[in-house]
């Protein structure tokens, strides 16, 4: 079992920028690979950003590249996600997960724990 908390959500004007975290505990960390996800209201949960067990690949979406960055502290246990130049179209819970795979995936059904989520709301 792995336990997830997300934090570090928050109410921030267009272009800003914000840090998630995700802290995990319980099985090793650093034997999960890890993505972030995201839900606006009336929409499916959607992938935003994944990385491998070490933290030496890493994938975003089309819709953050060049914007999000995701990293991993295995030390810490602990995941994040860097958003910078924030857009209204970010708006969203953002959801950590964690998948018992040594390599990343696109797909919500191949994470096997989730956090409660955090709600990120970007105003104009």
């Known amino acids: 079992q792995v336990q997830l908390v997300e934090s570090g959500g928050g109410l921030v004007q267009a272009g800003g920028s914000l840090r998630l975290s995700c802290a995990a505990s319980g099985r090793t960390f650093s034997s999960y690979a890890m993505g972030w996800f995201r839900q606006a209201p009336g929409k499916e949960r959607q992938f935003v950003a994944a990385i491998d067990w070490v933290g030496g690949n890493t994938y975003s979406s089309d819709s953050v590249k060049g914007r999000f960055t995701i990293s991993r502290d295995n030390a810490k246990n602990t995941l994040y996600l860097q958003m910078n130049s924030l857009k209204l179209e970010d708006t969203a819970v953002y959801y950590c997960?964690?998948?018992?795979?040594?390599?990343?995936?696109?797909?919500?059904?191949?994470?096997?724990?989730w956090g409660q989520g955090t709600q990120v709301t970007v105003s104009s």
């Open positions: 997960a964690a998948r018992q795979r040594p390599t990343y995936s696109f797909t919500v059904g191949d994470y096997d724990y």
